[in-house]
């Protein structure tokens, strides 16, 4: 699992979303899912993202509750069936985790505008973006408390 470092909302007439920051250099895993879109895809194929989000931890009791998102990349074809999908077991997965304190804010704002935008030094030129349901975000941020 990989903390997040920094959070931040950008806001500007091209592009809204929650940008964090991430160092995933010692995780093969995670880099894997960052710089899926470097790589040249089968002629007909296109690669989306899937994305599953809960709280992980003890409880809220203890202050040990945090959120995860769990990222991992699908290649659909013309039709838009998925051919391939690494949801399961393969070695393609990111795990970001978000401090309910520290990254409250992030959160909130998550819940609000619906776009993830993770960027870290290993990511490669163009950032990874992931569009989420808010409704699933404003959820499991309101377990926290619960």
């Not at 895993?29 to 895809?41: C, D, F, K, W």
């Not at 991992?72 to 401090?99: N, T």
């Not at 505008?113 to 973006?129: F, H, N, Q, T, W």
């Amino acid at each position: 699992m990989i903390p997040v470092r920094r959070s931040r909302l950008v806001q500007s007439d091209q592009l809204t979303g929650v940008v964090v920051e991430i160092d995933a250099t010692g995780d093969p895993s995670a880099l894997a899912v960052l710089q899926s879109g470097l790589h040249e895809l089968p002629p007909g194929q296109r690669l989306v993202f899937g994305y599953h989000i809960d709280t992980t931890g003890l409880g809220a009791w203890v202050e040990d509750q945090q959120v995860r998102i769990r990222i991992w990349p699908a290649l659909l074809d013309d039709d838009g069936d998925i051919v391939h999908d690494h949801s399961e077991g393969d070695d393609a997965e990111l795990h970001l985790v978000f401090h309910p304190t520290r990254d409250r804010a992030a959160l909130a704002d998550l819940a609000r505008v619906g776009r993830l935008i993770v960027a870290g030094p290993d990511s490669g030129p163009v950032p990874l973006v992931l569009d989420v349901d808010v409704d699933l975000v404003a959820d499991v941020v309101a377990s926290l408390t619960t």
